[in-house]
């Protein structure tokens, strides 16, 4: 059986970004080596779309407005983990950057553009379960692994 990968809905076209776009990215080679589960942790966690942009700001994840969503994201979170467990993914393609999703650099919380190492929070809970996180930016490295996979 091909192995399950967990894919943000954006990056699959799907449009649930914050604004209400997407992110679409063209899955060739991916779809054929695996299973996509498609995931949007943030609508999972309960947000609309389209929603007030958030960052990650010491531990939180506040709005543009400064709402704390921090519960929001965790539930989202919690059930995307929920799905890798079900699926038995032990990968992911998540979207660069997200305060949910991002993987290695995310935005500050300033609102200014300005990136900073970090996670995600979903993004974060997944690598603490084992599964190894790729972004959008990143997808030859997953491609190159799953490849290696079917050896």
């Known amino acids: 059986m091909r192995p399950a990968v967990l894919i943000s809905l954006c990056l699959m076209g799907i449009e649930c970004r914050y604004d209400g776009g997407c992110n679409a990215i063209d899955p060739g080679r991916l779809g054929a080596l695996c299973r996509l589960i498609p995931v ?53 393609l998540l979207k660069a950057r997200s305060p949910s999703c991002g993987s290695g650099e995310i935005y500050d919380g300033s609102f200014t553009g300005v990136r900073v190492p970090g996670d995600g929070v ?13 972004d959008e930016d990143h997808i030859d490295d997953l491609i190159h692994m799953l490849e290696g996979e079917r050896v």
């Open 40 to 92: 949007c942790p943030e609508q999972l966690g309960g947000l609309p779309t389209p929603r007030t942009p958030s960052e990650r700001l010491n531990g939180r994840v506040v709005t543009r407005d400064g709402a704390d969503v921090t519960a929001a994201f965790e539930r989202g979170a919690e059930q995307a983990c929920r799905l890798a467990d079900i699926f038995g993914a032990r990968f992911a």
């Open 122 to 134: 979903t993004a974060q809970r997944l690598k603490d379960m084992g599964v190894r996180v790729y």
